[in-house]
């Protein structure tokens, strides 16, 4: 037996970003592609990048992406050789693995054996222990006698860590300070563990107060060949999803890089393991470091081990799943310069990280290309919906050192251009530019600490709001142009115009609506632009005249750093990785009062009405409640801008409505 089988047929069996990343060196390889899709998938991203298709069922995962019936029989009936589960979904699937074993496919990845023995964590310590790799100092014994799990706490010394068996991820962790709340604490925690894993057994672990959180990447062919491809930071955290990778580990001392890296080859070594690994490490301040599990699949962030290595990791995977030896030996594998990831989410940052459903109005990012890399898998127009991970992509920079990596990706965050979702783009710039973290002051409780700052949006709100209105005003003074043109009548004064009219003019009044909220403001028109004389921000804003479509804009004669997108109703202000978004409420020319628009109540923001409190001819008195939207998992009362009568209601409860549309005709002092 020669041991070889060549992959001419690829199934992909995952979605979004990671579906593309592996058709892409598939492809590459000349290796024909297959994607699978869900109902919710047709024309998705994956699909398009793959040589052909399949649909495997309805949207949710469950019926789909993990219906293993259904993917073994697509994989023979597309002629597939071989199957690439990506992560997640059924990546660390043994009855998976099995099945394509069944079916003589190759599944990319280890032999059951070693993803099961590493899906128990208790048995994946056991194994580890006996190899010689590091635990953290605790009590993991079968025996749980009260006497003898409190005398194993004192062994170990206080504070301790309790953690359920089964448990994993973090669920039902438990500090004990001291041997005082010992007793109560294991109670509360067997509770905890059996009502959540139906398994009451706890082990006792070392409480290290600022770990970090580093990993190995490793490799291993079917020839007997083990090596690992240098370690990734992730103790940038939040509830135990990662939010910052990085390569190498910030600060890590050499020996200990050296030590850790052989523990990791031997953990693989231990368990016969054969493709991509990743051996996981708690680390504590002095360099300790401490197996805490492996998984068995290739990772979310591997990309920026394939920056500092300039290796192609799913195509080692691929060569290994053939039977090849490892494309490369420990020595000839080097590593150069850093690699940093962030995961851009449609989450929620002023609400406590909601998932955001919705389409992706704008996608926007920076050019590829000198020290960026973006992983997507997903197009502007596109929708994210419940049923999947709403990450939008990952962002990865690399720099001959870590300052500069950073440099590049805060700035690559700043040029992202995202709108109809809320993500948290400006969150992560926020934390790739803390002072904490450009010293590389990184640990698991890094969020924790920085919370407040990195929560909080920088930047000068009145400047976005003049940005907006001026850009606004620009685009109907050009719809106007245009529109005087096409008509042909010479005498039309904006055909006349060749741009802004001059600075003796009156003050005018512009209403802006953004974020549920309304900015009222006052300008004089200048020439190419408009003047604030109220203070509080900046007092000239000017848009290049005949620039195409682009509004380049000058903030008191700075070209603004960032981007405007306006039509004649709408605007939004790309600014530091967030989008703000301003509708026009009215524009009425001269007189402070003048710019009140009481003939129509428009909806503040886009959402549903769930309540709909008047009918039509009710008199109703100034801030009376009309109606009730529901938008952003909040109720938002439409409440009668004046006393008057409701002359018309243009929707029913029930409706979906976007932003600034038109709720309702108001008749103004038509008093009862
Ligand atoms: C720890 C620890 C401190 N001391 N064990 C969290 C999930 C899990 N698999 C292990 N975890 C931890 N174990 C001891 N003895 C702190 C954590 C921890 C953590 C570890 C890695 C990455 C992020 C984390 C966030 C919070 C807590």
Same mark, same amino acid.
């Given at each position: 037996m020669s041991g070889i089988r060549t992959i001419r047929t690829l199934l992909i069996a995952n979605r979004g970003e990671i579906a593309c990343r592996i058709a892409r060196t598939a492809k590459s390889l000349g290796i024909r592609t297959v994607a699978v899709y869900s109902e919710a998938d047709a024309d998705a991203l994956h699909v398009k990048s793959a040589d052909t298709a399949y649909p495997i069922g309805p949207a949710e995962a469950a019926k789909s992406y993990l219906d293993i019936p259904r993917l073994i029989e697509t994989a023979k009936r597309a002629g597939a050789d071989a199957i690439h589960p990506g992560y997640g979904f059924l990546s660390e699937n043994a009855a998976f693995a099995k099945a394509c074993a069944e079916a003589g496919i190759i599944f990319v990845g280890p032999d059951v054996p070693a993803i099961e023995a590493?899906?128990?964590?208790?048995?994946?310590?056991?194994?580890?222990?006996?190899?010689? &790799?590091? @635990?953290? +100092?605790?009590?993991?014994?079968?025996?749980?006698?009260?006497?003898?799990?409190?005398? !194993?706490?004192?062994?170990?010394?206080?504070?301790?860590?309790?953690?359920?068996? !089964?448990?994993?991820?973090?669920?039902?962790?438990?500090?004990?300070? !001291?041997?005082?709340?010992?007793?109560?604490?294991?109670?509360?925690?067997?509770?905890?563990? !059996?009502?959540?894993?139906?398994?009451? $057994?706890?082990?006792?672990?070392?409480? @290290?107060? $600022?770990?970090?959180?580093?990993?190995?990447?490793?490799?291993?062919? $079917?020839?007997?060949?083990? &090596?690992?491809?240098?370690?990734?930071?992730?103790?940038?955290?939040r509830r135990h999803q990662k939010v910052v990778e990085e390569a190498p580990a910030p600060g890590l001392a050499e020996e200990v890089r050296v030590a850790m890296a052989e523990a990791a080859v031997n953990a693989a070594t231990a368990i016969d393991y054969v493709g991509a690994g990743t051996v996981e490490f708690i680390m504590d301040e002095d360099g300790g470091f401490y197996f805490m599990e492996m998984n068995t699949r290739l990772q979310v962030e591997h990309p920026v081990t394939e920056m500092i290595t300039g290796q192609d990791l799913v195509a080692w995977q691929l060569r290994v799943a053939e039977g090849h030896p490892l494309p490369l030996l420990q020595e000839a594998i080097r590593r150069n310069g850093h690699a940093v990831e962030v995961r851009l989410y449609a989450e929620d940052p002023a609400r406590d990280f909601l998932p955001q459903t919705g389409t992706l109005t704008r996608l926007g990012f920076p050019e590829a290309g000198t020290g960026i890399r973006i992983d997507s898998g997903v197009v502007e127009g596109d929708s994210v919906s419940v049923h999947y991970d709403p990450m939008i992509a990952k962002l990865i920079a690399y720099g001959a050192d870590r300052t500069e990596a950073l440099r590049l990706l805060a700035r690559a965050l700043g040029a992202t251009q995202i709108d109809g979702l809320a993500n948290n783009a400006g969150y992560l710039k926020r934390i790739v530019e803390h002072p904490a973290f450009l010293a590389g002051e990184v640990d698991t409780r890094f969020i924790e600490r920085y919370g407040e700052e990195l929560g909080s949006e920088a930047g000068d709100p009145a400047s976005l709001h003049r940005i907006a209105a001026t850009s606004l005003l620009e685009t109907q003074r050009r719809k106007a142009l245009e529109d005087a043109r096409r008509s042909r009548d010479p005498f039309s004064p904006w055909a006349m115009a060749h741009g802004w009219r001059l600075n003796d003019s009156p003050l005018h009044r512009i209403v802006l609506l953004s974020g549920g909220e309304e900015f009222a403001l006052e300008y004089h028109l200048e020439s190419g632009g408009c003047r604030f004389e109220d203070g509080g921000g900046p007092v000239l804003v000017h848009v290049d005249p005949d620039e195409g479509g682009d509004m380049r804009v000058r903030v008191d004669g700075v070209p603004f750093d960032g981007e405007v997108r306006a039509d004649g109703e709408s605007v939004t202000v790309f600014s530091g990785g967030a989008a703000h978004r301003y509708l026009l409420k009215s524009a009425?020319?001269?007189?402070?009062?003048?710019?009140?628009?009481?003939?129509?109540?428009?909806? +503040?923001?886009?959402?549903?009405?769930?309540?709909?409190?008047?009918?039509?001819?009710?008199?109703?008195?100034?801030?009376? +409640? @009309?109606? &009730?939207?529901?938008?952003?998992?909040?109720?938002?009362?439409?409440?009668? +801008?004046?006393?008057?009568?409701?002359?018309? @209601?243009?929707?029913?409860?029930?409706?979906?409505?976007?932003?600034?549309?038109?709720?309702?005709?108001?008749?103004?002092?038509?008093?009862?």
């Open positions: 590493m899906g128990s964590k208790a048995a994946a310590k056991e194994i580890m222990a006996k190899a010689g &790799v590091p @635990l953290v +100092p605790g009590y993991h014994g079968a025996d749980q006698d009260l006497s003898i799990l409190k005398k !194993a706490a004192s062994e170990i010394g206080f504070p301790v860590l309790l953690k359920a068996s !089964a448990g994993g991820g973090g669920k039902g962790m438990r500090v004990v300070e !001291a041997e005082k709340d010992l007793e109560s604490a294991i109670a509360a925690a067997k509770r905890e563990a !059996a009502a959540a894993f139906g398994d009451d $057994r706890l082990l006792i672990e070392k409480y @290290l107060t $600022r770990p970090r959180h580093v990993e190995m990447q490793v490799f291993a062919d $079917r020839l007997g060949n083990v &090596v690992h491809l240098f370690e990734r930071d992730c103790s940038v955290q009425l020319a001269s007189g402070a009062d003048a710019g009140e628009d009481s003939g129509h109540v428009s909806a +503040p923001m886009p959402g549903k009405l769930i309540a709909v409190q008047v009918a039509v001819g009710a008199h109703v008195a100034k801030g009376d +409640p @009309l109606m &009730v939207l529901e938008a952003m998992k909040m109720e938002h009362v439409i409440r009668a +801008p004046d006393d008057g009568v409701v002359a018309a @209601l243009h929707f029913a409860a029930g409706d979906q409505v976007e932003e600034g549309a038109d709720l309702l005709l108001f008749e103004k002092g038509a008093e009862g």
